[in-house]
């Protein structure tokens, strides 16, 4: 493992001052990042540690919550009122990782691991993300892992978050602390496609630093879950997975966010599925219909084509269980 610098940050002034410098990066529960480290794919010149001047308080906003950056994946999970009011992002949480690495890995730190493919990990391989205009092994190569959506040539890197995705199904926000000042980005556009620059996977600008996610009290209106399919019962990544908010009002649907995981390259809203969905009853021919939108665009690989009919049940399945606990037989 190559020789690194640790700093800790006094306060978030000297944090951004710290982060100026060449090869410099943040880290908090370090679950994603010295991985990297000891992988050789990550090679900072110092790591500047920002535990102590983030929050990891989780605050009631009046129907909404407030997350500090550092709070726990675990104390997250178990918090009353985020299992009350977002269920999805609880039952998110509860099957991301072990409970060893949720009992260090932090909120904002789960929004930045970096996406998941064999071939970042794999330092003898290219790798746009790792070494930009190399190119991307994943592309003809073992891609059953990678996304069937928001990829191209250049990169098929799956974002692996369980946690950005139930997030952006209740319309959450990031917050983040850059040195001109704070600034709010919605997490449906906080992870970028990997079209022109697949090394830049999110919108934050040198020296930005999250500082908490907020969800609004309108997605406390809707009711929520979260299906998660991956290929071993525990500690592992999603395969396909599916959050989905909806509001039913009179026996049909008023609001509906459906997003994907494990699909896409960052989390994939799954529009045409919300469309079909739009002013109707939530009966078996709807569902069953609606899932089929899901497959809508996708472009899936030689090895992970199985992921398109794997969505559309997964969908299919969410739905249901959805209707059924809401008291709807579809």
């Known amino acids: 493992m190559a020789l690194f610098r640790y700093v800790r940050a006094g306060d978030i002034h000297e944090a951004h001052a710290r982060a100026a410098t060449p090869g410099a990066l943040y880290i908090a529960g370090g679950t994603d990042l010295l991985q ?47 299992r ?23 909120a904002g730190g789960n929004l930045l691991q970096r996406t998941r493919c064999l071939y970042f990990r794999d330092v003898a391989t290219p790798c746009n993300k790792r070494e930009p205009g190399s190119g991307c092994s994943a592309w003809d190569g073992q891609n059953r892992q990678n996304a069937i959506f928001g990829g191209g040539p250049a990169c098929i890197a799956v974002q692996p978050s369980d946690f950005a995705v139930a997030l952006v199904a209740c319309d959450a926000q990031v917050v983040l602390a850059s040195p ?19 090394e830049i996977e999110t919108v934050m600008e040198p020296g930005d630093l999250i500082t908490a996610i907020e969800i609004p009290a309108e997605a406390a209106q809707r009711r929520s879950r979260y299906l998660k399919v991956r290929d071993r019962a525990s500690f592992e990544w999603a395969v396909v997975s599916c959050a989905l908010s909806v509001r039913l009002e009179a026996g049909r649907v008023a609001e509906a966010r459906i997003v994907a995981g494990g699909v896409g390259t960052r989390p994939w809203r799954l529009q045409g599925v919300e469309a079909a969905l739009a002013d109707q009853p939530l009966s078996e021919a709807i569902i069953t219909d609606a899932a089929q939108r899901a497959a809508d665009g996708a472009e899936p690989r030689r090895h992970n084509a199985f992921k398109v009919p794997l969505l559309v049940g997964a969908v299919r399945k969410a739905l249901r269980e959805f209707a059924r606990a809401e008291g709807v037989q579809p």
């Open 36 to 82: 990297l480290v000891q992988e050789r794919v990550a090679k900072p010149a110092e790591v500047i540690d920002v535990t102590r001047i983030l929050s990891s308080d989780i605050e009631d906003l009046g129907g909404g919550l407030r997350i500090g950056a550092a709070a726990r994946l675990r104390e997250m999970a178990e918090h009353p009122l985020l």
């Open 84 to 106: 009350q009011r977002f269920p999805a992002v609880a039952e998110a949480l509860l099957g991301s990782a072990s409970p060893q690495v949720r009992n260090m890995a932090t």
């Open 180 to 198: 001109g000042g704070e600034r709010r980005v919605g997490l449906a556009d906080f992870h970028r496609l990997p079209i022109e620059a697949p």
